[in-house]
């Protein structure tokens, strides 16, 4: 095995950060890890941006075991990933997660690369699904002049398709059909700021779906 250049300062860093860490949570309660080892109970569901300039527990305030995590680049929910939908399966009927937000964040990278037509990667390929919520609100979007404007309203545009993607999927339905308490919420996080805006989209029932898109489960 390969050792670690000893010039890979933040490579050290990170692992002394982390002794530091484990003994600041253990001065201030003793029983912090071994209560974590024994399970966890979150009531929430995040799926975010895969960008590091979000992370889902911090600029919540949440502590470990409060907040189940899936990311991904332009917080998608696609029906066909079986990585989501493994983790919404498991939050919502194991853990019972009573919310689920949507965060997505200004001057997200996915979202702007689905405006253009440069040539990234593979990451093409996922990007594609981006670019058919734009396809939705062409109009609207392209009406906006300001390009700053135009993207922004963009990134809360894609977060709330995803709220109701994600009300499709037979394993919120099933959750809701059999009267289990879970409500699913789009935010959009300003980078500039650390502030979460509130997008007021606020999914509980299957109300708001079309109903075509209601399953008789």
Same mark, same amino acid.
């Given at each position: 095995m390969?050792?670690i ?12 950060n982390?002794k ?11 029983e912090f ?15 975010g ?5 979000v ?7 949440a ?9 991904n ?9 079986m990585?989501m ?7 919502v009927?194991?853990l019972?997660? @009573?919310?689920? *937000? =949507?965060? !997505?964040?200004?001057?997200c &990278?996915?979202v702007?690369?689905a405006? $253009? ?22 109009q609207?979007l392209n009406?906006?002049v300001n390009e700053?404007?135009r ?5 809360e545009?894609n977060?709330?398709e995803?709220?109701f993607?994600?009300a @499709?999927?037979? *394993? =919120?339905? !099933?959750?809701?059909?059999? &009267? ?5 919420? $789009?935010?959009?996080y300003?980078l ?8 007021e989209?606020?999914?509980c ?7 075509v ?5």
């Amino acid at each position: 095995m390969k050792n670690i250049d000893s010039s890979d300062n933040f490579y050290k860093k990170i692992l002394e950060n982390n002794k530091v860490w484990s003994e600041k949570k253990l001065k201030e309660n003793p029983e912090f890890f071994e209560r974590l080892a024994k399970g966890q109970e979150p009531p929430l569901l995040w799926i975010g941006c895969a960008d590091s300039r979000v992370p889902a527990n911090e600029i919540i305030g949440a502590e470990p075991g409060e907040v189940f995590v899936h990311r991904n680049i332009a917080n998608m929910v696609i029906h066909s990933d079986m990585n989501m939908l493994s983790v919404v399966d498991y939050a919502v009927n194991v853990l019972k997660v @009573k919310h689920i *937000i =949507v965060c !997505g964040h200004y001057g997200c &990278g996915g979202v702007k690369a689905a405006m $253009g037509n440069q040539h990234i990667g593979i990451i093409d390929n996922w990007i594609r699904h981006i670019k058919d919520v734009y396809r939705l609100h062409h109009q609207y979007l392209n009406s906006i002049v300001n390009e700053t404007e135009r993207f922004n309203a963009f990134v809360e545009i894609n977060v709330k398709e995803q709220v109701f993607d994600l009300a @499709k999927t037979s *394993i =919120v339905q !099933g959750a809701w059909k059999n &009267g289990q308490q879970l409500c699913l919420h $789009g935010w959009v996080y300003g980078l500039n700021s650390g502030i979460v805006k509130d997008l007021e989209v606020n999914l509980c029932d299957n109300k708001d779906l079309d109903t075509v898109d209601r399953l008789m489960l």
